[in-house]
T-cell receptor
Framework: DAKTTQPPSMDCAEGRAANLPCNHS???????VYWYRQIHSQGPQYIIH???NNETNEMASLIITEDRKSSTLILPHATLRDTAVYYC?????????????FGKGTKLSVKP | NAGVMQNPRHLVRRRGQEARLRCSPM?????VYWYRQLPEEGLKFMVY????????ESGMPKERFSAEFPKEGPSILRIQQVVRGDSAAYFC??????????????FGQGTRLTVV
């Protein structure tokens, strides 16, 4: 079973920030938080990952709470092309991607 | 720099036939992973391979399924004597080996297997 909990669906207006929450209350000290997304019928796409500190890249920002029991993925200016299922995954840093445990994710619908 | 290439994109097989799914990892990547996605469900890990070695096959069904990643050529996921329940999207991912640093996985576009 996935070690994360996400809302099944969310809506966001185009141009607005999309804030996707994830609970991972049983996360261990050496586990990272990863986010992937899957646009309809395509392969999953890596977005961002972090351990303790907040992270930002060209796609998104990742905010991790101080106790690391939850995190939020932020898409600062959502577009229609951001409509996808977003997966929050926790895993140990093992030097390479291995067994990713995908839950059901959050289906984000960006509306015009 | 081509991404992870999977072929065929769509495959139709009759019950009892064999299905062969191919995956060419990104250039320079030595790790390959196969996932299965049943209709309306999330992705499930099947197997993790390095060149000529199976590292983790904990998600592979015990019968009819096999995977290989030979020294030369693509990784192959083989399903023998397919049944209707094997109908799914099969995704391959690859990653490089970077000692001491975690890396992301790059996914292909998948092969959609339909068993009729």
């Amino acid at each position: 079973d996935a070690k994360t909990t996400q809302p099944p669906s969310m809506d966001c207006a185009e141009g607005r920030a999309a804030n996707l929450p994830c609970n991972h209350s049983t996360i261990s000290g050496n586990e990272y938080v990863y986010w992937y997304r899957q646009i309809h019928s395509q392969g999953p796409q890596y977005i961002i990952h972090g351990l303790k500190n907040n992270e930002t890249n060209e796609m998104a920002s990742l905010i991790i709470t101080e106790d690391r029991k939850s995190s939020t993925l932020i898409l600062p200016h959502a577009t229609l092309r951001d409509t996808a299922v977003y997966y929050c995954i926790v895993r140990v840093d093992s030097g390479s991607q291995g067994n990713l445990i995908f839950g059901k994710g959050t289906k984000l619908s960006v509306k015009p | 720099n081509a991404g992870v290439m999977q072929n065929p994109r769509h495959l139709v097989r009759r019950r009892g036939q064999e299905a062969r799914l191919r995956c060419s990892p990104m250039k320079g990547h030595s790790h390959v992973y196969w996932y299965r996605q049943l209709p309306e469900e999330g992705l499930k890990f099947m197997v993790y391979l390095q060149k000529e070695n199976i590292i983790d096959e904990s998600g592979m069904p015990k019968e009819r399924f096999s995977a290989e990643f030979p020294k030369e050529g693509p990784s192959i996921l083989r399903i023998q004597q397919v049944v209707r329940g094997d109908s799914a999207a099969y995704f391959c991912a690859s990653s490089p080996l970077l000692q001491g640093r975690d890396t992301e996985a790059f996914f292909g576009q998948g092969t959609r297997l339909t068993v009729v």
